[in-house]
T-cell receptor, first 111, second 116 residues
Framework: EAQVTQNPRYLITVTGKKLTVTCSQNMNHEYMSWYRQDPGLGLRQIYYSMNVEVTDKGDVPEGYKVSRKEKRNFPLILESPSPNQTSLYFC??????????FGQGTRLTVV | AQKVTQAQTEISVVEKEDVTLDCVYETRDTTYYLFWYKQPPSGELVFLIRRNSFDEQNEISGRYSWNFQKSTSSFNFTITASQVVDSAVYFCALSGARDSNYQLIWGAGTKLIIKP
């Protein structure tokens, strides 16, 4: 089954404690991206990757890092989380003109 | 610049009413793609439809229909005989073919509440 898998689904952490949200896709898609969703703001892109070892900033990259060492994985790293990074995060993959496939979402709370 | 506007922040109707969600887009691309996604209360994003800019035929899928009009840069979504299970946030998105990334530009979403 084609899918994008994110982990964890829910996470509560404290300010400054490094965390990683994992994302894996099994469709051999070249393009992967991370979004955050906040009330009234829709989906905003954090980072995206065109292929292995190729990443670029989206609209709201501050405070986040990503890596793309393998085609299937695209982890999102928060080196020093802050409360304003409390949000719902989605990983997505797509190939060219197709629709984006989304993970189930990660609800992050930073206290 | 590309932009998607969903002017309706929230819509509330009674079950069995028809409801239309508006989507207006801006792009300079001649080839582009439009999408609708549904986000139910459980939170996942569900793909509903993709439409390319050269296909202006209306699409119908059961109770769902989409009206694409290039002249007004709109891609509206209608639910006929709405049901409580249709309650969700609906997002419209645009992807430009000129950009090899085919990145998605999202509207802010419309929250649809169907009351029994």
């Amino acid at each position: 089954e084609a899918q994008v898998t994110q982990n964890p689904r829910y996470l509560i952490t404290v300010t400054g404690k490094k965390l990683t949200v994992t994302c894996s896709q099994n469709m051999n898609h070249e393009y992967m991206s991370w979004y955050r969703q906040d009330p009234g703001l829709g989906l905003r892109q954090i980072y995206y990757s065109m292929n292995v070892e190729v990443t670029d900033k989206g609209d709201v990259p501050e405070g986040y890092k990503v890596s793309r060492k393998e085609k299937r994985n695209f982890p999102l790293i928060l080196e020093s989380p802050s409360p304003n990074q409390t949000s719902l995060y989605f990983c997505a993959s797509k190939q060219g003109k197709t629709e984006a496939f989304f993970g189930q979402g990660t609800r992050l709370t930073v206290v | 610049a590309q932009k998607v506007t969903q002017a309706q922040t929230e819509i509330s109707v009674v079950e069995k009413e028809d409801v239309t969600l508006d989507c207006v887009y801006e792009t300079r691309d001649t080839t582009y793609y439009l999408f609708w996604y549904k986000q139910p209360p459980s939170g996942e994003l569900v793909f509903l439809i993709r439409r390319n800019s050269f296909d202006e035929q209306n699409e119908i899928s059961g109770r769902y229909s989409w009206n694409f009009q290039k002249s007004t840069s709109s891609f509206n979504f209608t639910i006929t005989a709405s049901q409580v299970v249709d309650s969700a946030v609906y997002f419209c998105a645009l992807s430009g073919a000129r950009d090899s990334n085919y990145q998605l530009i999202w509207g802010a979403g419309t929250k649809l509440i169907i009351k029994p």
